[in-house]
C-alpha cells in the first residue's frame, strides 16, 4: 500500500524551530518529487515547498523563504521540513504528499499524508 | 504569482443535480499543469482531475474537467452523497504552485 505517514508536530513558541519528517511506503521513493502543504485552522491549502528526486530542484513559497528548508533522504525513505523562526500565521495542519509523475518538476499530488499539526503560540 | 480565483465561494445543489465549479487564473497556464482536489472535513486532500481534464484510477467518471489558458472549470454530473465537500484547483505551470481559495460543495 502506498502510504505517507508524517510526524513531528507540536506546539512551540514564536521564535522556536520544529523538523517535520514524512516516511514514505509501497512505492519507489528516489523516484518521484516530494512536496509540502499546509492548511491553517478553517483555511484553504497553501503550497510550501518542493523537492525533487535527485535534490537538483528546490522550490518555497515566499511566505517560508528563508525560514523553512526542505530536504530528502532517498535511503531512508524521508521527506523532512526543518522549521525555523517560527510565526503564529505558521499554525496549521502540515501535509506531505507525492508527486504524480516521474519529473523534474511537480504536476499534480496524488498521495498525501494524513498531516501532523503545528501551532505556534507563547 | 498565479493567483487562481474560484468561484462560486459556495454552491448549494441536491443529489442528482450537476454541479459546474469554475478556477480562472490570473494568466495562461498550460493545461498540462492544473489540477482538482476533493476534500472533506478531518481528510486530506484527494486529487480528482489532473492535466485539465484527465482523471485517475478509481475517480468516478461523474468527475470532469476541461478548460484553457486562464479558465478552468470541474463538472459533476449527477451529484452522489459523498460528492459534498471542498475542492480546490492548483496549478503547477510556475513557482509558486497555488492552489484556489475553494468552493464549497453543500447539500441544499
Known amino acids: 500500500e502506498v502510504q505517507l505517514v508524517e510526524s513531528g508536530g507540536g506546539l512551540v513558541k514564536p521564535g522556536g524551530s520544529l523538523r517535520l519528517s514524512c516516511a514514505a511506503s509501497g512505492f519507489s521513493f528516489s523516484s518521484y518529487s516530494m512536496n509540502w502543504v499546509r492548511q491553517a485552522p478553517g483555511k484553504g491549502l497553501e503550497w510550501v515547498s518542493s523537492i525533487s528526486s535527485s535534490r537538483n530542484y528546490i522550490y518555497y513559497a515566499d511566505s517560508v523563504k528563508g525560514r523553512f528548508t526542505i530536504s530528502r533522504d532517498n535511503a531512508r525513505n524521508s521527506l523532512y521540513l526543518q522549521m525555523d523562526s517560527l510565526r503564529a500565521e505558521d499554525s496549521a495542519v502540515y501535509y506531505c504528499a507525492k508527486d504524480m509523475f516521474r519529473g523534474v518538476k511537480p504536476d499534480a499530488f496524488d498521495i498525501w499524508g494524513q498531516g501532523t499539526t503545528v501551532t505556534v503560540s507563547s | 504569482e498565479i493567483v487562481l480565483t474560484q468561484s462560486p465561494g459556495t454552491l448549494s445543489l441536491s443529489p442528482g443535480e450537476r454541479a459546474t465549479l469554475s478556477c480562472r487564473a490570473s494568466?495562461?497556464?498550460?493545461?498540462?499543469?492544473l489540477v482538482w482536489y476533493q476534500q472533506k472535513p478531518g481528510q486530506a486532500p484527494r486529487l480528482l482531475i489532473y492535466g485539465a481534464s484527465s482523471r485517475p484510477t478509481g475517480i468516478p467518471d461523474r468527475f470532469s474537467g476541461s478548460g484553457s489558458g486562464t479558465d478552468f472549470t470541474l463538472t459533476i454530473g449527477g451529484l452522489e452523497p459523498e460528492d459534498f465537500a471542498v475542492y480546490y484547483c492548483q496549478q503547477f505551470d510556475k513557482s509558486p504552485y497555488t492552489f484556489g481559495q475553494g468552493t464549497k460543495l453543500e447539500i441544499k
Open positions: 494568466q495562461t497556464i498550460s493545461s498540462s499543469y
